[in-house]
């Protein structure tokens, strides 16, 4: 069993930056992949991050590459995502994930087992 809680979201500006965490509990967490997804008004949840439990594999959506980094402390049961230059498009409701049935990197949402309650992240223009 794992449980999840983010924060970090909020209002930020067009080339801005915002820093999520997501804090675990449970024993599984450093086997899990960790991932993150968001969702923004009238869109299906999509993809951004995720990564192994020892950074070994590492996946970014193309629509955040080179300005959105996952990482992880396992020691603090903490999962990130930095986030960088900022767009409008951004703004979504994000939520972190954890695969602890197969420890494999995955894209799809329905392959996570546990999910957090999300964080709204809102780009002003």
């Known amino acids: 069993q794992v449980q999840l809680v983010e924060s970090g979201g909020g209002l930020v500006q067009a080339g801005g930056s915002l820093r999520l965490s997501c804090a675990a509990s449970?024993?599984?967490?450093?086997?899990?992949?960790m991932g993150w997804f968001r969702q923004a008004p009238g869109k299906e949840r999509e993809f951004v991050a995720a990564?192994?439990?020892?950074?070994?594999?590492?996946r970014h959506a193309d629509s955040v590459k080179g300005r959105f980094t996952i990482s992880r402390d396992n020691a603090k049961k903490t999962v990130y995502l930095q986030m960088n230059s900022l767009r409008s498009e951004d703004t979504a409701v994000y939520y972190c994930?954890?695969?602890?049935?197969?420890?494999?990197?995955?894209?799809?949402?329905?392959?996570?087992?546990?999910w957090g309650q999300g964080t709204q992240v809102t780009v002003s223009s």
């Open positions: 449970g024993r599984s967490f450093s086997s899990s992949v």
């Open positions: 994930a954890a695969r602890t049935s197969l420890v494999v990197v995955s894209t799809t949402s329905h392959e996570y087992d546990y």
């Open positions: 990564m192994t439990w020892n950074g070994g594999t590492k």
